[in-house]
């Protein structure tokens, strides 16, 4: 089998490259490296010990895109690529529309070219109406309350209708809820631009030193503690559910959504907690007043990923926080200046 990434060289991307060609998979990574570093991709190789052809290139350059696709003629693409910061996208909604939305129907229009017919897409929880009290099943009402969750929505009714038209095709939409973690190498792992926006990258640049303190914003949620509440998933287990989709798509026609969570909500405050547990380090805060448009609760009903792929998450907060400390402490000042 020969899978088309594209977004390889970012943060989820990588680690599930490592897994596709652990199992001899054969891959094509395509990124423009836009929020994302090539170094990510050679220590991939390093990993897997094993090669792969690489693609420099953005979803948006429609001749570019298709030529890439011409040269590979995958049987399946993973479709990671897009812009992803919901602030940003409040600031810059025209960017995320072209960029996430135009570039994913270039993408269908080049698989059609080359008549690749099975696509995972790397879709998210914030689809999700918001008024909805969680947990989240992938029959609930959608009403993305964000630019950026709007893309990820529109898309999805995109690839439906793609889908549809095609007898042949197999799509597989997953939501993800909060990806954190790194690979247990310390090799890979997240490395946003400028200041985080997730709280995971945040709370490892201050137990690192390079940032002050967290700010947590809001403390009278209903919840245990008062913070606000997340599904986190470890990477490795969410690249594994990739994996899982990409067999999905190879038995079956037609287009399928899965939650990919683990089921469990932590607040702010138990994070940081943990992240003190892993690191022996303290994690100065501050409460700030609550962010417009967060929610108290987010979590994942994952029993259908459970029951139709047979995935399941493996590894808990504890294993989590480890294993972004190890990659922070490796790589302080993430692929920059990396080798």
């Given amino acids: ?11 989820i991307g990588s680690h599930t490259l490592v897994q596709l060609l652990r199992q ?71 960017a995320y529309y072209r960029n996430n939305i135009a570039g994913s129907i270039s993408l269908l229009e080049a698989m059609d070219c080359v008549g690749c017919r099975n696509i995972v897409f790397s879709s998210s929880a914030t689809v999700y109406d918001p008024v909805k009290q969680p947990p989240f099943t992938e029959e609930d009402p ?20 793609w889908s549809a038209a095609n007898p042949e095709a197999s799509a597989v939409i997953l939501r993800y809820f909060n990806p954190v973690g790194a690979h247990a190498s310390g ?24 940032l ?23 990477v490795e287990d969410l690249a594994s559910a990739h994996l899982a989709a990409l067999g999905y798509t190879d038995q079956n026609k037609g287009c399928e959504t899965f939650n ?4 469990r909500a932590t607040t702010v405050l138990e994070m940081v907690r943990a992240f003190e547990k892993a690191t022996g380090k303290s994690i100065p805060y501050t409460i700030a007043d609550r962010r ?37 402490s490796r790589n302080p000042r993430g692929y920059d200046n990396a080798g």
């Fill in 292 to 328: 417009a448009g967060d929610v108290s609760t987010t979590v994942a009903d994952v029993s259908k990923a459970t029951r139709v792929l047979g995935w399941k998450a493996k590894y808990d907060i504890d294993a989590m926080c480890q294993s972004s400390w190890n990659w922070q």
């Fill in 260 to 263: 990919i969570g683990t089921g």
């Fill in 142 to 161: 959608l009403g993305a309350a964000s630019t950026y969750g709007r893309t990820k929505q529109f898309i999805e009714e995109i690839i439906r209708d």
């Fill in 212 to 234: 002050p303190q967290l700010q947590v914003f809001g403390e009278d949620y209903a919840t245990t503690d008062g913070t606000g509440a997340r599904d986190y998933i470890h």
């Fill in 24 to 94: 001899n998979i054969q891959v094509t990574a395509f990124d423009n490296y836009s929020n994302s570093s090539p170094i990510a991709l050679a220590r991939v190789k390093r990993l897997a010990q094993s090669d792969f052809s690489i693609v420099e290139g953005d979803i948006c350059d429609q001749a570019g895109l298709r030529a890439a696709m011409q040269a590979a003629k995958p049987d399946a693409v993973i479709h990671f690529a897009g812009l992803k910061a919901v602030g940003e996208s409040a600031e810059k909604p025209l």
């Fill in 1 to 11: 089998m020969h899978v088309f990434v594209t977004g390889g060289a970012g943060f």
């Fill in 187 to 210: 090799e890979i792992g997240e490395d946003p631009v400028g200041i985080p926006n997730n709280l995971m990258p945040f709370i490892s640049k201050v137990a690192q030193g390079s």
